[in-house]
């Protein structure tokens, strides 16, 4: 077992040295928690919230998706997916179908009120991204996504 780094020691939770202002983990927690006050804030406004966001805009990119696709890529358990999609599918926003190659599998369709619905969306939350990243120039927006990449990558899955 190698000698940790000299530095580890303050980004380290098990380190004594460790101070939680230096954690990078801190921050992330931070950063989503302030995130998602200001999303569900903004979002409550025009009558949605954060899972149905989130399964709107992978849609929007994707075009149709499975909801084992959408649990993937929301970072959600599968069952909290399957009932989020199902009362969007009450409300109209997406419509689901079984995939043709293999009938066990649900796919999901945006539908014309979905897509009404990200217009007001981006409208409603235009705002939380500008002020997120205002001092921030696009190279370094970049190299942020880089590394929270790595650390994604690098913790696999669970």
């Given at each position: 077992?190698?000698?940790?780094?000299?530095?580890?020691?303050?980004?380290?939770p098990?380190?004594?040295?460790?101070?939680?202002?230096?954690f990078?983990?801190?921050?992330?927690?931070?950063?989503?928690?302030?995130?998602?006050?200001y999303?569900?804030?903004?979002?409550?406004?025009?009558?949605l919230?954060?899972?149905?966001?989130?399964?709107?805009?992978i849609?929007?990119?994707?075009?149709q998706?499975?909801?084992?696709e959408?649990?993937?890529?929301?970072?959600?358990?599968?069952?909290?997916?399957?009932?989020?999609?199902?009362?969007m599918?009450?409300d109209?926003?997406?419509?689901?179908?079984?995939?043709?190659?293999?009938?066990?599998?649900?796919?999901?369709?945006?539908?014309?009120?979905?897509?009404?619905?990200?217009?007001?969306?981006?409208?409603?939350?235009?705002?939380?991204?500008?002020?997120?990243?205002?001092?921030?120039?696009?190279?370094?927006?970049?190299?942020?996504?880089?590394?929270?990449?790595?650390?994604?990558?690098?913790?696999?899955?669970?």
């Open positions: 077992m190698s000698a940790p780094k000299k530095h580890a020691g303050r980004y380290d098990g380190s004594e040295d460790f101070h939680k202002e230096d990078p983990f801190y921050w992330l927690a931070m950063v989503h928690g302030r995130y998602s006050q999303m569900e804030k903004a979002l409550k406004k025009i009558g919230d954060i899972p149905r966001w989130r399964v709107l805009f849609l929007k990119e994707n075009g998706s499975s909801i084992s959408i649990s993937t890529h929301a970072i959600a358990k599968l069952s909290t997916i399957t009932k989020t999609v199902y009362r599918k009450e109209g926003l997406v419509d689901t179908a079984p995939c043709e190659d293999d009938g066990r599998v649900t796919q999901v369709r945006i539908t014309e009120q979905g897509r009404e619905a990200i217009e007001r969306i981006q409208v409603a939350t235009g705002d939380v991204f500008k002020r997120s990243f205002t001092g921030m120039t696009e190279a370094q927006i970049q190299r942020l996504n880089r590394m929270l990449e790595t650390v994604f990558d690098n913790l696999g899955e669970p």
